[in-house]
């Protein structure tokens, strides 16, 4: 598909939100984890598991399901999602047991991944100047969808209970299917046929010849562990005393990480300028240096509140920069750099979620607090060593076509 106008801001708009719920979906569960562990008498020390699960189901998603956007009907399979969506919310609205709510938590993070398709329908129909923007403001509309998430679960809960939550967000995904069936274009460019199992194995081709796409990703799997390695653990030593702070107030600090939101598109800007590199650099940076004030959460709830919005900051410019990079290198496999891209966010995120409690319940706050700064050194470390030229044989088709003169898949955008 090759536009030949500008996306509306109106459609642009549609999309931020229609991700923005979608995604929401995935993070409501952080701030109620101990009221979950309360109702199904399950452990502190291992409830992260339901988030673990959660991503666990977002990244067997996105391997599977993804990459039908490159394959079938993009309306016909993003309204299909969302429906399906709420019926796994409805599952665990209405969980009688941990193995339903483990059930429902894994469903809805498999559909869940609706959110890249739309995002990477939007980067096909944008034109290619403005494709760099049109992602920033999308991801700005994830990245709020996940800090509402936060704050509107942890108040839902203290109003109504914890699964009052995923009963109002089964309303709201039932509505947004019905919007997008009216709205998104009913007709697309033909498409080549291919096989289901050709276009899983394409996903993995892809990392081998577009070097961006495999450093990008690992980038992903770095930096979105280590945002999760704080807010997975985060409601224990804000709910225990000393502190013993309410669901709601919980789900405040969730707007701290605004900044990050505002960050995403101007990321995007500057990406389309070429500046991605450089731009991811300096957020790395940022998310280092955050967890110094992230350190003394238990004395002092403001140097969390700072910690949290450097971390936020530096997180969601990552991640916008690195989906404008990849989306430049294959207009036609958008859907597949998709899945290939954010399967490694998914893994990083599990991996987080799941060491982070651990790590809380055998060192404490510190003891996460230095997890985390860890696996953000490594990252900083990582992208450094990207930024050596490559030969440039190692490009992938469609890196090399656009370098002028040509130059490394990493140092593009």
Known sequence: MKPDHPLSGAVVLLFAVACGLAVGNVYYAQPLLDAMAEAFAMDPATIGIVVTLTQIGYGVGLLLLVPLGDLLNRRRLIVVQTLLSALALLMITFASNSIWLLLGMALTGLLAVVTQ?????????????????????????????????????????????????????????????????????????????????????????LFKEEPVLRQRAMLALLTFASAMVLWTPLVLPLSAPPLSLSHTEIGLFGLAGAAGALAAARAGHL???????????????????????????????????????????????????????IYSVRPEAQSRLTAGYMLFYSIGSALG?????????????????????????????????????????????????????????????
């Not at 034109?127 to 990245?143: D, F, K, L, M, Y």
């Not at 992208?383 to 490559?390: G, K, R």
């Open 117 to 205: 398709v739309l995002v990477a329908y939007a980067a096909t129909l944008a034109i290619p100047a403005q494709r760099g923007r049109v992602v920033g403001v999308i991801t700005s509309g994830i990245v709020v969808g996940i800090l509402l998430a936060r704050t509107v679960a942890g108040g839902m809960a203290d109003l109504a209970g914890w699964r009052s939550i995923y009963l109002l967000s089964a309303g709201l995904t039932l509505l947004m299917a019905l919007l997008l069936f009216r709205v998104l274009p009913k007709h697309e460019e033909a498409r080549p046929d291919s096989a289901y199992a050709a276009l899983i194995a394409s996903v993995f081709t």
């Open 271 to 325: 990406a389309d300028r070429g500046l991605g590199q450089w731009t991811s650099g300096l957020s790395l940076l940022l998310m280092l240096a955050s967890w110094l004030p992230i350190g003394f959460t238990q004395s002092s709830l403001w140097a969390l509140l700072l910690g949290v919005i450097t971390l936020d900051l530096g997180l969601q410019a990552v991640h916008v920069t690195s989906q404008s990079m």
């Open 353 to 413: 979620s799941i060491g982070s409690t651990a790590m809380y319940a055998w060192a404490g706050w510190i003891g996460v607090c230095w997890l985390g700064a860890g696996i953000n050194a490594v990252a900083l470390i990582y992208w450094w060593m990207t930024l050596a030229p490559a030969p440039s044989k190692s490009c992938g088709e469609g890196a090399c076509r656009n370098a002028a003169p040509p130059r490394s898949a990493a140092q593009q955008s």
